[in-house]
């Protein structure tokens, strides 16, 4: 079964930092791009950043200078290094496996979807 588990989310001062950490874990084979989104109370959910396997990224143009993400394709983990922290960052942050191929026990399964249960980051002015 794979899972996809968050750290790194709390409360911060405005300009401040966090480290979001997603590990992916099971029987994975594959992933082709792993990418975090946020949530705000009463908006919908935004991407914020993603990266392929090849490390090419995208980031949203709200994030673009402060967020960096970056991934270890070994340890099948995805990180986002937020900096200049500002309240209208805060949200519930979610990680996301897009093309995930893995092993079921019978067979490879691939181009699977999965999301974490998300980590609250709290910036406060």
């Known amino acids: 079964q794979v899972q996809l588990v968050e750290s790194g989310g709390g409360l911060v001062q405005a300009g401040g930092s966090l480290r979001l950490s997603c590990a992916a874990s099971g029987s994975i084979l594959s992933i082709n791009a792993m990418g975090w989104y946020r949530q705000a109370p009463g908006k919908q959910r935004e991407l914020v950043a993603a990266?392929?396997?090849?490390?090419?990224?995208n980031y949203a143009d709200s994030v673009k200078g402060r967020f960096t993400i970056s991934r270890d394709n070994a340890k099948n983990t995805v990180y986002l290094q937020m900096n200049s922290l500002k309240p209208e960052d805060t949200a519930v942050y979610y990680c996301?496996?897009?093309?995930?191929?893995?092993?079921?026990?019978?067979?490879?399964?691939?181009?699977?979807?999965?999301w974490g249960e998300g980590t609250l980051v709290t910036v406060s002015s």
């Open positions: 996301n496996a897009d093309g995930l191929g893995y092993y079921s026990g019978k067979a490879p399964i691939y181009g699977m979807d999965y």
């Open positions: 990266i392929t396997s090849g490390d090419s990224t």
